[in-house]
């Protein structure tokens, strides 16, 4: 198979840009740090890509609450249907939920596995694809309003808005969803919604994380059913798999809570993602 050469992921570089996010606070809709941090992701892209533009939207919320959510968008090469999209939420999750102790659950999530992480190995990729152009047109979503909840219903709002307008116009062939990809322990068993709505991308992903070297990672004999931004996209039609550590701290303790910090996440992590999924993208498709 033919390969573009493609650049080494620079996973130091990652981290920081993974320390930077939560540096900001946290990124909930309608706080300093959220536009603090989209702010800086524009500046960042803006850089590296070849179109970079911002999808602003309105969401109300089932409580009442009127939030302003943006989607970033770059885009790198042919921009037609046959592109490959990577996407990441940036948002951070506005109160810890699934904290152990109730006095924490009114707290807002730092978000450095949950947001930060994904959004870090993407900006990496980007300068890769900045350095040496990848061998056909890739899309990257950075999608607000994922993780604001705290039901399904105020769920994954970005991504509904990107499939329902641009992705309905124009959709990439297929994708790849980082979330929670971070942890310092870490293990990428198969998304079941992935398997049976992008089977061909799961088969893709997993069989290259095998080759590098990763496979007792990214376990294929291992399932895992997450309801996330993919799923938005395999009803539409659009295969999405989804890449997500859903085992994040001792009985999945640091997911949703004050404890989704920077001393939980790795830089060696972000690059096995970064590495796979790079090579995703290099080889012909």
Do not use: C
């Not at 009127?66 to 996407?87: M, Q």
């Amino acid at each position: 198979m033919v390969r573009a050469v493609r650049p080494a992921f620079d996973a130091n570089r990652a981290m920081r840009d993974l320390e930077r996010q939560v540096e900001f606070g946290p990124r909930i809709p309608g706080t300093d740090g959220h536009a603090e941090q989209l702010e800086w992701l524009q500046t960042q892209l803006a850089a590296l890509a070849d179109t970079v533009f911002l999808d602003p939207f309105q969401h109300v919320t089932k409580e009442g609450d009127e939030l302003e959510l943006t989607n970033v968008i770059a885009r790198f090469g042919p921009s037609d249907g046959s592109r490959l999209l990577l996407l990441t939420h940036w948002d951070t999750r506005p109160k810890a939920d699934q904290s152990f102790e109730e006095a924490d659950r009114e707290l807002p999530v730092n978000g450095a596995n949950d947001g930060a992480s994904g959004t870090a190995v993407l900006l990496e990729l980007a300068r890769m694809f900045s350095e040496q152009p990848p061998p056909g047109g890739v899309e990257l979503l950075f999608s607000d309003g994922e993780d604001y909840g705290p039901s399904t219903e105020d769920m994954f709002l970005g991504a509904r808005h990107y499939v329902a307008g641009i992705g309905s116009e124009n959709p990439p062939a297929f994708g790849i969803l980082l979330d929670m990809v971070g942890d310092a322990d870490p293990n990428f068993p198969i998304e079941s919604y992935s398997m049976e709505g992008a089977s061909q991308v799961v088969q893709r992903v997993w069989g290259i994380a095998a080759e590098l070297g990763y496979r007792r990672f990214f376990p294929m004999d291992a399932f895992v059913r997450v309801v996330d931004d993919h799923v938005q996209f395999i009803d539409a039609g659009i295969p999405v798999a989804d890449i997500i550590d859903f085992d994040y701290g001792p009985s999945n303790g640091f997911w949703h809570t004050p404890r989704d910090v920077v001393e939980n996440t790795s830089a060696q992590t972000l690059s096995m993602v970064g590495d796979v999924v790079a090579e995703v993208v290099y080889r012909n498709r």
